[in-house]
């Protein structure tokens, strides 16, 4: 059998049985070791221990339970519902102030947590209530914070930029900088459209809102949520300065963070901090589970010499590089209809990433196209994982006007990918210009 054969019959196999409701690292883990068991008998599973442990062994792993601890404080405090408050008192005057207030604190909850989940769920709490009572449609105010929350991997922190780091051998504190400007277009467009769609669609009331805040109301909503802004920019500070590593820098956020929740929101109770370190390590154990399991499934295609093959393939069909981009784009697309991004990115990104530099692409633009990929798939079925958020939410708002709702901010996420393939420059002008020009 061709390696190529045997890839396609891997990419089967690995589908059907992730699509079978097993675990993404159980799934992983099991397809690897069938085949080498298949292909190349028992002794091959002499190496699996190591090989296991191994892809944990690195020191750049502890920033993702660090950022998923800041996002877990943040989230059990009322610091959401602040931001909220505070950006709503200052946009309101906008045509569809409010939905651009929930936007807004989508942009900003992401910079704090780096989750969409947890960025879905904490703006999604207030805002779409919020939006419903003041006149704005279901579908619309369902699908901006759907489409909102996916800003979380995008906007760094990202989790799934540090995975991809450790993944491709990349540096992550590029890859942070290179989704800045493509974070801050996409909350552009999708604000436009939100004021396109108030403007457009919107009743009377909504355009009419009949509120206003004072000056003194505006400053006094701030105290609260400053603070953490300055976690931001301190982050940012220590990151690109050179001051710490990504791991360290995770650390000291993590603490300033919990620090700020108890001093701030007086979530100082044993329960409520044991429920933010248990939900961190729940969540931190799965995505190290699966990138543990995903050096299993590389070595397993590296030793049947799929990927090698496949690599081979592609150089040899001599297409246009915006041709074989397109193809990625889509392999990537569908991908992330079906596949967590953590796991496509695990997957893919070894894979594609000698391809895509050899076509002559940079492989932190191609960091941003990939994440936005992703991004359209957390709003579409059947994983979806944001619209299972926002029906957790609200559950008298069916799935089908959701996915109405959403379906314009795709559409932006689309335009996205255009924008940044006709001017590479959104994601690689600020890492080359803080951090010196790449090598290939």
């Given amino acids: 059998m061709s390696p190529l054969v045997t890839g396609v019959l891997i990419g089967i196999v690995t589908v059907v049985v992730l699509l079978s409701g097993v675990p993404v690292a159980v799934g992983l883990g099991v397809v690897a070791m069938s085949?080498?068991?298949?292909?190349?008998?028992?002794?091959?599973?002499?190496?699996?221990?190591?090989?296991?442990?191994?892809?944990?062994?690195?020191?750049?792993?502890?920033?993702?339970?660090?950022?998923?601890?800041?996002?877990?404080?943040?989230?059990?405090?009322?610091?959401?519902?602040?931001?909220?408050?505070?950006?709503?008192?200052?946009?309101?005057?906008?045509?569809?102030?409010?939905?651009?207030?929930?936007?807004?604190?989508?942009?900003l909850f992401s910079a704090l947590s780096g989750s969409s989940p947890a960025t879905c769920a904490a703006i999604g709490k207030m805002g779409i209530p919020a939006m419903r009572e003041r006149g704005f449609s279901d579908s619309l105010a369902a699908g901006a914070i759907a489409a909102g929350g996916t800003l979380g991997i995008l906007i760094p922190p990202s989790i799934t930029m540090?995975?991809?780091?450790?993944?491709?051998?990349?540096?992550?504190?590029?890859?942070?900088?290179?989704?800045?400007?493509?974070?801050?277009?996409?909350?552009?467009?999708?604000?436009?459209?939100?004021?396109?769609?108030?403007?457009?669609?919107?009743?009377?009331?909504?355009?009419?809102?009949?509120?206003?805040?004072?000056?003194?109301?505006?400053?006094?909503?701030?105290?609260?949520?400053?603070?953490?802004?300055?976690?931001?920019?301190?982050?940012?500070?220590?990151?690109?300065?050179?001051?710490?590593?990504?791991?360290?820098?995770?650390?000291?956020?993590?603490?300033?963070?919990?620090?700020?929740?108890?001093?701030?929101?007086?979530?100082?109770?044993?329960?409520?901090?044991?429920?933010?370190?248990?939900?961190s390590t729940r969540e931190s154990v799965m995505i190290l589970f699966i990138i543990a399991a995903s050096g299993l499934f590389s070595f397993m295609l590296s030793s049947l010499y799929v990927t090698q093959s496949l690599a081979e393939l592609i150089v040899s069909l001599d297409a246009g590089r915006w041709v074989l981009m397109f193809f990625i784009n889509m392999?990537?697309?569908?991908?992330?209809?079906?596949?967590?991004?953590?796991?496509?990115i695990l997957m893919a990104a070894p894979i594609l990433l000698p391809i895509i530099t050899e076509a002559g692409f940079d492989p932190y633009w191609f960091a941003v196209v990939l994440t936005v990929n992703m991004e359209i798939g957390l709003i579409t079925p059947p994983v979806g994982l944001n619209l299972y958020v926002i029906n957790s939410i609200v559950p008298d708002i069916g799935l089908p006007q959701v996915l109405k709702g959403a379906l314009p901010f795709m559409l932006c996420m689309v335009l996205g990918i255009i924008l940044l393939c006709i001017f590479p420059q959104l994601a690689t002008w600020l890492p080359n210009a803080l951090m010196g020009v790449s090598q290939p």
């Fill in 35 to 107: 085949f080498l068991l298949i292909f190349e008998g028992p002794s091959s599973l002499t190496l699996m221990a190591e090989l296991f442990f191994g892809k944990l062994d690195d020191f750049t792993l502890l920033a993702i339970p660090m950022f998923i601890v800041m996002g877990a404080a943040i989230a059990a405090s009322q610091a959401g519902a602040d931001l909220y408050d505070a950006l709503d008192r200052w946009l309101y005057k906008i045509p569809g102030g409010l939905v651009i207030s929930n936007l807004a604190g989508c942009a």
């Fill in 162 to 279: 540090i995975v991809y780091g450790i993944a491709t051998e990349t540096s992550i504190g590029r890859l942070f900088l290179a989704g800045v400007i493509p974070g801050l277009m996409l909350t552009t467009l999708f604000m436009m459209w939100a004021i396109f769609a108030t403007w457009r669609f919107g009743s009377a009331a909504v355009r009419e809102r009949n509120v206003s805040y004072s000056w003194k109301e505006r400053f006094q909503a701030l105290p609260k949520v400053l603070p953490f802004l300055a976690i931001i920019l301190a982050v940012v500070f220590v990151l690109y300065g050179g001051v710490a590593t990504p791991s360290e820098t995770a650390g000291v956020g993590a603490f300033l963070v919990i620090l700020l929740v108890m001093v701030i929101y007086r979530v100082w109770q044993p329960a409520a901090l044991w429920k933010i370190m248990k939900d």
């Fill in 331 to 344: 392999f990537l697309l569908v991908s992330g209809f079906f596949l967590p991004p953590v796991a496509v």
